[in-house]
């Protein structure tokens, strides 16, 4: 890795990530080796029955890196990520554990890392989350006790200062792969690249976005991020689904904030027969990784499939075909790393829970 993030951070933040080869979950070494990665996701059930999860968990295993387990997706009660996050590991699937700021508070927050830390969870993925007005029980008083940034600077301290946000001491230090997400098309675009950068300042090691569907202004964040160092620092994994119907289409562009489709997908959807819109989105979704493959700095993939997860084998299959990239679950050998000049020391980050840092909009947020 080169010199990154001095001079280019704001005031008072700085690099903290560590060793990226360091031992942990198949996800943490799939990105050191330089793999390709594909990760898609398991909605836990509004229900207590174990075999929800494992089915779906059955539907991926052998085709992904790991599987986000979603927390109360869209503010909607369901099982726990913890608990999702155990299950699907039985069944033999790496679960990446979603941990949101909606409905907990910074006591809870640690305990449930802690938790995840206990039970041999290997990734965690923090966000801010979607608001309780959006969701079932919109009565629901929301805690954000933290934002997203401060969550990821309070688990990198859990893992590797040993310490809990007051300063405390723990008695052991859990040992998972820290993740974020960033929505490289949300308003306001211009922030957007900065915030991912307070974010791997305060320890992401990796980043899953929201959907793409437009590359070419994909390219332009990317481009952005990459001249600020983050992708020195943090794996980029770029979000993509298939548009399974025409009612999901518009869904997409009027119900989701931050997503943008562009007309020419928009025009490809509605230019078939409703009986072909499912194949088409699913085409659309192939060649979209295709494309995404080749973007300098992107590691990867996340199939976002809701309720489809028998098609995401099919997807990555698909996406995986090409000269030198090989179907997740079956690694390529790994190739000696080049020498690489040693990254400047990162100093040590000040406690952002001293100060409040603005709170986060919904969908995907972190």
């Known amino acids: 890795m080169g010199a ?7 005031a008072g933040i700085h690099a903290t990530m560590t060793n990226p080869d360091a031992t942990g979950g198949g996800l943490r070494a799939a990105l050191a080796a330089g793999r390709f990665v594909f990760t898609a996701e398991i909605g836990p059930p509004r229900g207590s029955d174990p075999d929800s999860v494992t089915r779906k968990a059955a539907l991926l295993r052998g085709w992904v890196d790991a599987a986000n387990v979603t927390d109360n997706q869209g503010a909607r009660v369901r099982m726990s990520s913890l608990g999702g996050s155990v299950l699907t590991q039985r069944a033999g699937v ?19 890392l802690l938790a995840a830390g206990a039970l041999g969870i290997p990734n965690v993925l923090l966000l801010t989350g979607d608001h309780p007005r959006f969701g079932d029980h919109p009565g629901a008083k929301p805690v954000l006790d ?101 009612r999901e289409l518009e869904f997409l562009r009027g119900g989701l904030p931050g997503i943008h489709v562009p007309e020419h997908v928009v025009r490809r959807l509605r230019g078939v027969p409703s009986d072909r819109v499912r194949r088409e989105g699913v085409d659309l979704c192939v060649e979209t990784i295709q494309r995404l493959r080749t973007v300098q700095g992107v590691a990867g993939v996340h199939v976002m499939a809701f309720g489809f997860e028998r098609g995401v084998p099919d997807i990555v299959r698909r996406g995986s075909e090409g000269p030198g990239l090989r179907p997740a679950g079956r690694p390529a050998p790994v190739a000696p790393a080049p020498v690489a000049p040693a990254p400047v020391a990162p100093a040590p980050m000040r406690n952002p829970l001293v100060t409040t ?10």
């Open 4 to 10: 990154a993030f001095v001079g280019e951070l704001p």
């Open 94 to 112: 790496e679960p990446v554990m979603q941990l949101t700021c909606r409905h907990r508070n910074r006591i809870a927050l640690q305990s449930d």
């Open 146 to 246: 933290l934002d997203g940034v401060e969550l990821t600077w309070a688990a990198r301290t859990l893992r590797d200062e040993g310490v809990l946000a007051n300063g405390q001491r723990l008695s052991s230090s859990p040992n998972w792969f820290i993740g974020t997400v960033a929505n490289p098309f949300a308003p306001p675009r211009q922030s957007r690249a900065r915030r991912l950068v307070e974010k791997v300042a305060a320890g992401a090691e990796f980043v899953q976005t929201q959907y793409v569907f437009d590359v070419e202004l994909f390219e332009r964040w990317m481009a952005e991020i990459t001249a600020l160092g983050v992708t020195e620092w943090c794996a980029v994994i770029a979000g993509v689904g298939p548009v399974r119907s025409l």
């Open 357 to 366: 840092s603005s709170q986060e909009g919904s969908v995907h947020a972190g």
